[in-house]
Protein backbone atom coordinates (compact mmCIF):
# COMPACT_ATOMS: atom_id res chain seq x y z
CA UNK A 1 0.00 0.00 0.00
CA UNK A 2 1.29 3.63 -0.77
CA UNK A 3 2.22 6.12 1.70
CA UNK A 4 -0.60 9.04 1.56
CA UNK A 5 1.18 12.00 0.05
CA UNK A 6 0.60 14.27 2.89
CA UNK A 7 2.22 12.07 5.56
CA UNK A 8 5.34 9.63 5.31
CA UNK A 9 3.87 6.96 7.49
CA UNK A 10 0.06 5.28 8.03
CA UNK A 11 -0.83 2.83 10.61
CA UNK A 12 -1.61 -0.50 9.16
CA UNK A 13 -4.35 -2.46 10.39
CA UNK A 14 -3.53 -5.64 12.07
CA UNK A 15 -5.18 -9.12 10.52
CA UNK A 16 -5.00 -11.19 13.66
CA UNK A 17 -6.20 -8.13 16.62
CA UNK A 18 -5.46 -10.96 19.55
CA UNK A 19 -2.45 -11.74 18.52
CA UNK A 20 -0.80 -7.95 17.89
CA UNK A 21 -2.71 -5.02 19.58
CA UNK A 22 -3.49 -1.90 17.76
CA UNK A 23 -0.14 0.01 17.05
CA UNK A 24 0.57 3.25 19.05
CA UNK A 25 2.61 6.44 17.63
CA UNK A 26 6.09 4.79 20.05
CA UNK A 27 5.39 1.08 18.90
CA UNK A 28 8.10 0.75 15.88
CA UNK A 29 7.29 -1.08 13.01
CA UNK A 30 7.88 -4.52 12.18
CA UNK A 31 8.32 -5.55 8.62
CA UNK A 32 9.37 -8.91 7.54
CA UNK A 33 8.55 -11.57 4.92
CA UNK A 34 5.89 -13.23 7.29
CA UNK A 35 4.45 -9.87 9.55
CA UNK A 36 3.80 -6.38 9.51
CA UNK A 37 2.82 -4.45 12.69
CA UNK A 38 3.10 -0.82 14.34
CA UNK A 39 3.62 2.20 12.73
CA UNK A 40 5.05 1.65 9.34
CA UNK A 41 7.73 4.74 8.23
CA UNK A 42 7.70 3.96 4.29
CA UNK A 43 10.55 6.90 3.81
CA UNK A 44 12.45 4.45 6.44
CA UNK A 45 11.91 1.32 4.81
CA UNK A 46 12.58 3.26 1.67
CA UNK A 47 16.28 3.77 2.61
CA UNK A 48 16.97 0.75 4.94
CA UNK A 49 15.84 -1.37 1.43
CA UNK A 50 18.57 0.82 -0.34
CA UNK A 51 15.36 1.22 -2.41
CA UNK A 52 14.15 5.08 -4.04
CA UNK A 53 10.85 6.39 -4.74
CA UNK A 54 9.17 6.02 -8.03
CA UNK A 55 8.20 9.88 -9.22
CA UNK A 56 6.53 11.15 -12.16
CA UNK A 57 9.69 11.74 -14.06
CA UNK A 58 10.74 7.94 -13.55
CA UNK A 59 7.31 7.04 -14.48
CA UNK A 60 7.84 9.35 -17.50
CA UNK A 61 11.00 7.49 -18.48
CA UNK A 62 8.99 4.46 -18.28
CA UNK A 63 6.76 5.43 -21.06
CA UNK A 64 8.91 7.38 -23.17
CA UNK A 65 11.69 4.36 -23.61
CA UNK A 66 9.50 1.53 -23.65
CA UNK A 67 6.70 2.76 -25.28
CA UNK A 68 4.20 1.20 -22.57
CA UNK A 69 1.93 3.49 -20.17
CA UNK A 70 2.76 2.38 -16.70
CA UNK A 71 0.98 -0.08 -14.88
CA UNK A 72 -1.61 1.16 -12.85
CA UNK A 73 0.30 -0.16 -9.79
CA UNK A 74 2.95 2.42 -10.55
CA UNK A 75 0.32 5.44 -11.30
CA UNK A 76 -1.57 5.00 -8.50
CA UNK A 77 1.65 4.32 -6.11
CA UNK A 78 0.54 0.42 -4.77
CA UNK A 79 4.36 0.23 -6.08
CA UNK A 80 6.03 3.54 -4.78
CA UNK A 81 9.84 2.33 -4.54
CA UNK A 82 12.11 0.00 -6.74
CA UNK A 83 16.10 -1.19 -6.98
CA UNK A 84 17.57 -0.55 -9.98
CA UNK A 85 14.50 0.39 -12.24
CA UNK A 86 16.86 3.11 -13.91
CA UNK A 87 19.63 0.48 -14.92
CA UNK A 88 16.82 -1.83 -16.40
CA UNK A 89 15.79 0.85 -18.61
CA UNK A 90 19.51 1.81 -19.41
CA UNK A 91 19.90 -1.87 -20.66
CA UNK A 92 16.25 -1.70 -22.31
CA UNK A 93 17.52 1.43 -24.18
CA UNK A 94 21.12 0.12 -24.92
CA UNK A 95 19.58 -2.87 -26.83
CA UNK A 96 21.06 -5.39 -23.82
CA UNK A 97 18.97 -8.55 -23.62
CA UNK A 98 18.30 -9.30 -20.48
CA UNK A 99 15.27 -11.65 -18.63
CA UNK A 100 12.96 -11.00 -15.70
CA UNK A 101 13.66 -12.78 -12.75
CA UNK A 102 11.04 -13.14 -9.90
CA UNK A 103 9.60 -16.50 -7.14
CA UNK A 104 7.04 -17.13 -5.06
CA UNK A 105 7.69 -18.70 -1.65
CA UNK A 106 3.62 -19.53 -0.97
CA UNK A 107 2.78 -18.51 2.72
CA UNK A 108 0.31 -21.12 2.63
CA UNK A 109 0.14 -24.40 1.70
CA UNK A 110 -1.37 -23.62 -1.91
CA UNK A 111 -0.95 -20.69 -4.24
CA UNK A 112 -3.58 -18.12 -3.10
CA UNK A 113 -5.12 -14.82 -4.78
CA UNK A 114 -2.41 -12.42 -3.12
CA UNK A 115 0.59 -14.15 -5.25
CA UNK A 116 -1.32 -12.76 -8.06
CA UNK A 117 -0.33 -9.11 -7.95
CA UNK A 118 3.47 -10.01 -7.98
CA UNK A 119 2.23 -12.02 -11.74
CA UNK A 120 0.44 -9.52 -12.97
CA UNK A 121 3.06 -6.68 -12.29
CA UNK A 122 5.61 -8.78 -13.82
CA UNK A 123 3.17 -10.20 -17.27
CA UNK A 124 3.25 -6.67 -17.81
CA UNK A 125 6.76 -6.08 -17.51
CA UNK A 126 7.85 -8.91 -19.69
CA UNK A 127 5.03 -7.24 -22.29
CA UNK A 128 6.95 -3.83 -22.05
CA UNK A 129 10.27 -4.98 -21.90
CA UNK A 130 9.53 -7.83 -24.74
CA UNK A 131 11.92 -10.39 -22.64
CA UNK A 132 11.52 -13.78 -20.84
CA UNK A 133 10.43 -14.16 -17.41
CA UNK A 134 12.03 -16.61 -15.13
CA UNK A 135 9.40 -17.47 -12.37
CA UNK A 136 10.85 -20.17 -9.26
CA UNK A 137 8.64 -21.79 -6.94
CA UNK A 138 10.45 -22.32 -3.90
CA UNK A 139 10.21 -22.08 0.21
CA UNK A 140 13.62 -22.06 1.01
CA UNK A 141 14.06 -19.08 2.16
CA UNK A 142 11.27 -19.47 4.65
CA UNK A 143 12.62 -23.08 5.90
CA UNK A 144 15.64 -21.20 6.30
CA UNK A 145 14.64 -18.08 8.36
CA UNK A 146 11.12 -19.32 10.30
CA UNK A 147 11.45 -20.65 13.23
CA UNK A 148 11.03 -24.57 12.86
CA UNK A 149 13.56 -27.44 13.56
CA UNK A 150 15.88 -27.71 10.43
CA UNK A 151 18.27 -30.10 9.68
CA UNK A 152 18.86 -33.31 11.43
CA UNK A 153 15.67 -31.83 14.14
CA UNK A 154 12.88 -31.33 10.71
CA UNK A 155 10.69 -34.13 10.77
Not at 8 to 29: G, N
Not at 115 to 142: G, M
Amino acid sequence: MSPPTDTPSTTLPSTHADEHPTPTEDQPAIVTPWEVTGRVDYDKLITQFGCQRIDPALLARFEAVTGAVPHVFLRRGIFFSHRDLNALLDRFEAGTPFYLYTGRGPSSTSMHVGHLIPFIFTAYLQAAFKCPVVIQLTDDEKFLFAKQPKGDEAP
